[in-house]
């Protein structure tokens, strides 16, 4: 059976411009991305109308009879593109790429032919691109276009790709780059890391389920270098201990019927609050203080200054982001002073009696029950924020999807789901080798990190279909990795869909013709933690 690409690389080294001559063909599969908004920047703006793109994804390079058949990626950015012809003119296309195994080609013999056929070895990497309809030099029945077309193309190895992955590339949009390293290999060595990033669907649940390989009790973990030992750092025994007295506590029944009214309450006060002005940046005045006062309430904190609970946090997580910068060279010095109000407050619930704290306390000792009280705090608030954030985000940059859930509220916790499969709050999680073993082909040594992208996990087109989409009706859309899986399994999950689904459906009740402020940026940002820097937002009043 013939490969169906239609489209030959006439050759050039990796990251050099390479000549792509487009010729008629058949698609049998295509994924599109997006070209990164960074990229669009830097053109003027009539450039940006005639350069825009889908840019990266996969496709396939044969190298022999019997071999296996490794993944490349080509970015095509949008600068880049020229034409050449009698009249050179830029030229708008769309990168459609294939993944085939459907054979070995080989070059067809004579001059100026290159359409493959099934035989010996190929010498140039085929990728699939198409001119835009209705464009001169569009792809006929009788023969390859008038024009040529120029791109940089990624590597084709594993390690060559991800040694040009940039902290600025993951803090922005990662996810051209992550589909880029899943489709070369499901796991990476990443320099700017200094980690094995795990990319693929599978991998990633192995990794996450397997502590005795693949640990967080590691001193580089720095979580605990801060706030002490907790169910967030230690593995088997110990972590079962930790985690077990709170276990009931945060089971599905118990969350709903401790805090959904109190939910419910205060998500309508901070919405009454917003609701006269017509304007607002949703994150400050609804997700976060939400998040905020539902940890407090179920931490026994209730009473204390929600100001005041955010200074702690922001210490806690400013020390433990030096800790893992610069390890052992006092950075931690402010978050430790920030722990220690945090635990003297929480001693004072703990000797009050009748709080989720005081039922721990026994089965763990004091200073072990405010160490995972600090890591409960540290999850429920950032992560939550970033999930209430996220998800009205996807609602208000879908029209269709929006028109979906307010014509039927009872679609809010899919559209929840979605959106923790499409932009999950917590996007990395680390783990350290215990022993040498391997991942995906990757060797790995004893002592290496090794990072799952969440971020990329969710997005595994052999899961997802169409993973880039948001779609509120999607099948399966529970299966995201969100919340990580295995023993660490979030612990706060039914807590933390709580408070989004709550918060969607009372923003959307009762903000009409609610819409995102276009003189504002909004997109996800974030390494570790992603979500919008600001959601401001506009409704009719």
């Not at 080989?106 to 099934?118: I, K, S």
């Not at 969350?255 to 939910?263: D, E, I």
């Not at 009205?392 to 679609?411: K, Q, R």
């Amino acid at each position: 059976m013939p490969p169906p690409f239609p489209v030959e690389l006439l050759g050039a080294p990796p990251a050099a411009p390479v000549e792509l001559a487009v010729v008629p063909g058949r698609v049998t599969r295509r994924e599109e991305l997006r070209l990164p908004q960074q990229r669009l920047d830097r053109l003027t703006s009539g450039q940006q109308g005639r350069h825009q793109l889908t840019l990266l994804t996969l496709l396939t390079l044969a190298i022999g009879a019997g071999a296996p058949l490794p993944h490349a990626a080509s970015r095509c950015f949008g600068d880049n593109i020229v034409m050449r012809g009698r009249r050179p003119r830029p030229v708008r296309i769309r990168t459609v790429i294939t993944a085939s195994t459907a054979g070995v080609l080989r070059e067809r013999p004579g001059r100026r032919d290159p359409r493959p056929q099934v035989g010996r070895r190929a010498r140039r990497m085929l990728v699939l691109i198409r001119a835009e309809r209705g464009q001169r030099g569009e792809p006929g029945r009788h023969g390859p276009a008038r024009f040529r077309v120029f791109c940089p193309v990624m590597p084709t190895i594993p390690s060559e790709l991800a040694d040009r992955v940039t902290l600025a590339d993951l803090e922005g949009d990662p996810h051209p780059v992550l589909a880029g390293l899943r489709a070369a290999g499901p796991a990476a060595w990443v320099p700017v890391l200094g980690a094995w990033l795990v990319t693929g669907y599978d991998l990633a649940v192995a990794v996450l389920r397997d502590a005795r390989t693949f640990t967080v009790d590691d001193p580089r973990f720095s979580t605990a270098q801060v706030v002490g030992p907790s169910m967030l750092s230690l593995d088997g025994t110990p972590h079962a201990r930790h985690r077990g007295p709170f276990n009931r506590g945060f089971r599905h029944g118990e969350v709903h019927a401790r805090l959904a009214a109190f939910t419910r309450a205060e998500t309508g006060r901070l919405v009454a609050a917003i609701e006269p002005h017509g304007a607002a940046e949703l994150r400050r005045a609804v997700a976060g203080p939400l998040a905020v006062t539902v940890m407090a309430e179920v931490l026994g904190l209730g009473q204390a200054d929600p100001g005041t609970i955010l200074t702690w946090y922001d210490g806690i997580v400013a020390a433990v982001q030096a800790e893992s910068a610069a390890p052992g060279r006092g950075g931690a010095a402010g978050g430790t002073a920030a722990f220690g109000e945090l635990a003297a407050s929480l001693r004072e619930v703990i000797a009050g009696g009748a709080s989720l704290l005081a039922e721990v306390t026994g089965a763990l000792t004091e200073e072990e029950a405010i160490s995972n009280a600090a890591v409960l705090m540290f999850g429920g608030i950032e992560t939550t924020e970033g999930m209430i954030a996220n998800a009205l985000l996807h609602l208000l940059s879908s029209p269709a999807h929006l028109a979906l859930v307010l014509a039927d509220p009872g679609l809010v916790p899919a559209a929840v789901e979605e959106s923790l499969r499409l932009e999950p709050a917590a996007a990395v999680v680390d783990r350290y080798a215990t022993r040498d073993t391997r991942l995906g082909g990757a060797a790995i040594r004893a002592g290496d990190q090794v990072t799952v992208s969440i971020a990329g996990a969710n997005r595994d087109p052999a899961v997802f279909a169409d993973p880039d989409v948001f779609d509120v009706r999607r099948p399966g859309a529970g299966r995201h990795l969100a919340f990580a899986h295995g023993p660490h399994f979030c612990l706060g999950a039914h807590l933390a869909r709580l408070e989004a689904q709550v918060a969607v459906e009372t923003v959307l009740a009762r903000l009409p013709g609610l819409r995102l402020d276009p003189g504002y940026p909004s997109a996800p940002r974030g390494l570790v933690f992603r979500k919008p820097p600001a959601l401001r937002v506009r409704w009719d009043n």
